[in-house]
Nanobody
Framework: VQLVESGGGLVQAGGSLRLSCTAS??????????VGWFRQAPGKEREGVSA????????YYADSVKGRFTMSSDNAKKTMYLQMNSLKPEDTAVYYC???????????????????????WGQGTQVTVSS
C-alpha cells in the first residue's frame, strides 16, 4: 500500500490545518487497519500524535494534542484526515501517516502511538506554526 500525505503548510499560532492521507493499492481500506499520524521535528525522534484501531474503533491521542487534534476517515475515498486546531509553534514538524495490521486486543496508548509498530508510511508533509 502507498500512502500520500497532503495539506501541510504555514499557519499562525492559534490557526487550523487539516492534513489528508490517501491510500492507493487494490483491496486496501483504512477500515481494516490500525492507522495513525506521527510527526518529527528537527533534531527530535518521530513521535505518535494519534491513532485509530479500526478493529475495535478505539482512538488514541498524545497528551500534547488532546482536545486540539481529531482523526477521521472516509473509507470510500481511501482517505484519512487529521484536523488540527489551536496550533502552537511546538506543533511544527513533518507529519506522517502510517498504517499496519490492527491488534485484536486492547492496547495501551503507548503501543498504538509507537512508530515501530507501523510498517507502511507516507513521505510526510511539513507543518510550520509561526508565533
Amino acid at each position: 500500500v502507498q500512502l500520500v500525505e497532503s495539506g501541510g503548510g504555514l499557519v499562525q499560532a492559534g490557526g487550523s490545518l487539516r492534513l489528508s492521507c490517501t491510500a492507493s493499492g487494490s483491496g486496501f481500506t483504512f477500515a481494516d487497519y490500525a492507522v495513525g499520524w506521527f510527526r518529527q521535528a528537527p533534531g527530535k525522534e518521530r513521535e505518535g500524535v494519534s491513532a485509530i484501531n479500526n478493529y475495535d474503533g478505539r482512538q488514541y491521542y498524545a497528551d500534547s494534542v488532546k482536545g486540539r487534534f481529531t482523526m477521521s476517515s472516509d473509507n470510500a475515498k481511501k482517505t484519512m484526515y487529521l484536523q488540527m486546531n489551536s496550533l502552537k509553534p511546538e506543533d511544527t514538524a513533518v507529519y506522517y501517516c502510517a498504517a499496519d495490521h490492527p491488534p485484536f486486543t486492547v492496547q495501551p496508548v503507548g503501543v498504538m502511538l509507537a512508530p515501530a509498530r507501523y510498517d507502511n508510511w507516507g513521505q510526510g508533509t511539513q507543518v510550520t506554526v509561526s508565533s
